[in-house]
């Protein structure tokens, strides 16, 4: 069955801290696509990263970078030197073969001045 | 670019009246799927559509219906509502170029219903 765990409630930083949000999937396919959002208070999911099956590099994008081992099932992402405009909610999400886009629960991230 | 528009913004309703939600996608983009997310939960998806065909239905009951229009637009009817459909409704466009499942959706602001 398609399942996305992300295990942190809630995690709380003070600025400049490097913080790390865990994400574990399970799924049957061997094709299947990985995401991350970002939900800020005004409420609209933005888009961060997409990864498929088959590409195993990890991705640095400015303070960001996102750490994908399918031998744990895990893609975790990695905010270097956090700052305030970092807290929001943040999504991991699985697509499959199911074609439907099963989203984890969500990491609050809160960044503290 | 215009991204993904929602309307309405809010909307207040009563049990057993039925809603209709609309969005626009962002230009170009001829897919779009429907979520619902509930205060605290992660969005669940609902239904996708595709050149106006229904590509993907998630596990919701038969009041929730969806039609995509030719221009791509979509509309979200929610019919009998309940208090339990009280929730964020989300729509994300999409531009699948290698097959519905492998494109990246981008999400509008959302509708938040509540119903009373």
């Known amino acids: 069955a398609q399942k996305v765990t992300q295990a942190q409630t809630e995690i709380s930083v003070v600025e400049k801290e490097d913080v790390t949000l865990d994400c574990v999937y399970e799924?049957?396919?061997?094709?299947?696509?990985l995401f991350w959002y970002k939900q800020p208070p005004s409420g609209e999911l933005v888009f961060l990263i997409r990864r498929n099956s088959f590409d195993e590099q990890n991705e640095i994008s400015g303070r960001y970078s996102w750490n994908f081992q399918k031998s744990t099932s895990s893609f975790n992402f990695t905010i270097t030197a956090s700052q305030v405009v970092d807290s929001a909610v943040y999504f991991c999400a699985l697509r499959d073969n199911n074609n439907d886009m099963r989203f984890g629960a969500g990491t609050r991230l809160t960044v503290k001045p | 670019d215009a991204g993904v528009t929602q309307s309405p913004t809010h909307l207040i309703k009563t049990r057993g009246q039925h809603v209709t939600l609309r969005c626009s996608p962002i230009s170009g983009h001829k897919s779009v799927s429907w979520y619902q997310q509930v205060l605290g939960q992660g969005p669940q998806f609902i239904f996708q559509y595709y050149e106006k065909e229904e590509r993907g239905r998630g596990n919701f009951p038969d009041r929730f219906s969806a039609r995509q229009f030719p221009n791509y637009s979509s509309e979200l009817n929610v019919n009998a509502l309940l208090l339990g459909d009280s929730a964020l409704y989300l729509c994300a466009s999409s531009s699948p170029t290698t097959g519905v499942g492998t494109d990246t959706q981008y999400f509008g602001p959302g509708t938040r219903l509540t119903v009373l």
């Open positions: 799924t049957r396919d061997t094709t299947y696509y």
